[in-house]
């Protein structure tokens, strides 16, 4: 699953959480969007350890805890939802069948005020911990950010007319995608 595939698994949950995917194994897809919304992990029903990946039911969970607390919208997207590890001593004093924390972590944006949010939610008391915006910051491109780009590029009429010069006249079947930059080490960067 690519980058809108996993955006869409996580603004599924935001309208009907029995839509989230689910691979062909019966496995959830537990949306970790990291710096460029790649799907990072694969998991299966509960959790058995404290630094297993937050299950479909857990992501959910987040999202209704979320909107229980009046904090998202329609125009809510998700940058991440992940597991907010526990502290060490936690993990490493950690018994089977025992008592563990599940947290998330989570990076929210409202791109009709153009803010985002960091929340973090227990997941075994079903309540928000923290929320907290974030000013002057924008999170990770999200799907929406790559249907703009093209919109913008397609009504570019410099772009139409470069690419009439290089005989490409289906501006249609013309495919933009969108790139982040990036830091790579170099010296002039």
């Known amino acids: 699953m690519g980058k809108e595939g996993t955006q869409h698994a996580i603004n599924l949950a935001l309208q009907d959480p029995a839509e989230v995917p689910t691979s062909s194994n019966g496995k959830c897809v537990a949306c970790h969007v990291l710096l460029w919304t790649e799907l990072h992990h ?11 990946a937050l299950s479909k039911d857990e992501i959910v969970a987040t999202v209704d805890v979320l909107k229980a607390q009046g904090k998202i919208m329609e125009s809510t997207r998700f940058s991440l939802i992940e597991l907010h590890e526990p502290p060490k001593d936690e ?48 999170p990770s491109l999200l799907e929406d950010d790559a249907k703009i780009l093209e919109q913008a590029i397609r009504a570019d009429l410099r772009w139409q007319e470069a690419m009439k010069k290089r005989g490409i006249s289906d501006l249609e079947n013309v495919v933009i995608l969108d790139w982040a930059g990036g830091y790579f080490g170099l010296r002039d960067e």
Not at 109 to 135: C, G, H, Q
Request: glycine share 6%; net charge negative.
């Open 42 to 52: 694969f998991c299966a029903g509960p959790t058995d350890h404290p630094l297993d």
């Open 91 to 138: 993990v490493v004093g950690f018994q089977p069948d025992g008592p563990m924390r599940r947290e998330a972590f989570v990076v929210v944006y409202e791109r009709t005020s153009n803010r985002t949010f960091e929340a973090l939610v227990d997941l075994k008391a079903k309540a928000m911990l923290s929320w907290k915006e974030i000013p002057g910051v924008q």
